[in-house]
């Protein structure tokens, strides 16, 4: 199963700032699915990890991007007051945090705001928080894969999911799809390197139209 230092380059993921400012606009759905899509996973995951139930993690998604739509029109790129990941991070953190004590309180109703949240825009600087970092690259690598997916051959994806993802044996593969050992080879290695062009693509900023 190939990991994200396999699937990526080295250069650190920074957020796709043309989709954030499209952001802007709360009518552009099409801008908003795309990047709830992108982001999604990455909130689920680290709300479960932080000991969130399911339900409890899927609230703490809602809330979560609802401070973003909130507040997006606040953000700047401007580094040296904090990144997107830092701030998408601490509003994360705070909407778990609002979760676990709705639980301890027994309480109902909508999630208090953090008074200091729009400034969080500004002070989100990254801290070498790697569990998070982790999460960030993981949740962009399996957005890559999905977006990949619906533009390459199914078969071809199969092949790239048995060898590559779930590990099968090349010849497993092979006998159990009909096709022969070279084939395996190549699907797997044309469909790695689309998924690290879309992961770039997710990087800079743009959509590469990817040939099928």
Not at 23 to 44: A, G, H, I
Not at 62 to 84: L, P
Not at 129 to 144: F, H, M, Y
Request: glycine share 6%.
């Amino acid at each position: 199963m190939p990991t994200c230092m396999e699937l990526q380059t080295h250069r650190t993921i920074i957020t796709r700032y043309s989709l954030l400012s499209r952001l802007q606009d709360w009518q552009d759905n099409k801008s908003w699915q795309e990047f709830f899509e992108t982001y999604w996973r990455l909130v689920y995951s680290v709300a479960l990890r932080s000991g969130l139930t399911e339900m409890e993690a899927q609230e703490a998604v809602q809330e979560t991007f609802i401070c973003v739509a909130r507040s997006i029109h606040q953000f700047r790129r401007d580094r040296t007051k904090g990144s997107f990941k830092g701030w998408l991070r601490n509003i994360t953190r705070w909407r778990i945090a609002d979760q676990l004590r709705k639980r301890t309180r027994g309480a109902t109703g909508e999630s208090a705001v953090p008074a200091d949240e729009g400034a969080g825009l500004d002070s989100g600087a990254d801290d070498g928080d790697a569990e998070w970092d982790l999460e960030w690259k993981e949740s962009l690598l399996k957005s890559a894969i999905e977006r990949v997916k619906g533009r390459v051959k199914a078969e071809h994806f199969q092949i790239f999911d048995l060898y590559a993802l779930r590990g099968w044996p090349v010849r497993k593969v092979a006998q159990v799809l009909s096709v022969s050992v070279p084939m395996v080879y190549l699907a797997k290695h044309r469909v790695t390197g689309l998924i690290k062009r879309e992961v770039l693509a997710l990087e800079k900023g743009q959509r590469l139209r990817l040939p099928l």
